[in-house]
């Protein structure tokens, strides 16, 4: 199952790859936010693809990267391992009992369920590497 068909608000994310977004394969992970209200989890990352056709706003700028932060709310349980300056992992989502999360690395794993996912922000930005 796509990942993108798990989330609550899946319009924006589709919108700007035209339906066709990546995989959440080798994203570099910049950010995981535990948060009481919900309880909310928030992971920041970038996605591995800049969209095909981006905003004209974002071409304008030099933006070559996409970052999204993507939230899941109701969490029930969590689980967090290691962490590191520079973290490229691969992120599953599913729908089991809820929505679990997996994501993985060398140096990083979480693991949660939560009861919904969605994106909670989506912006672009000139990464230059």
Not at 6 to 15: C, R
Not at 43 to 52: T, Y
Not at 81 to 90: I, L, S
Not at 106 to 129: D, H, I, M
């Amino acid at each position: 199952m796509p990942w993108v068909s798990l989330l609550h608000n899946p319009d924006g994310i589709a919108s700007v790859y035209e339906g066709s977004p990546p995989d959440l394969l080798g994203v570099r992970l910049h950010e995981v936010v535990l948060h009481r209200d919900g309880p909310t989890l928030r992971l920041r990352l970038d996605l591995p693809r800049f969209p095909d056709r981006p905003p004209r706003t974002w071409t304008a700028q030099g933006f070559d990267t996409l970052q999204v932060e993507i939230s899941l709310s109701g969490v029930r349980a969590v689980e967090l391992a290691g962490f590191g300056t520079a973290v490229t992992a691969d992120v599953r989502l599913g729908a089991d009992n809820g929505v679990t999360l997996d994501v993985t690395s060398p140096e990083t794993r979480v693991r949660a369920v939560a009861a919904t996912v969605f994106v909670s922000k989506l912006s672009a930005y000139r990464n230059g590497a």
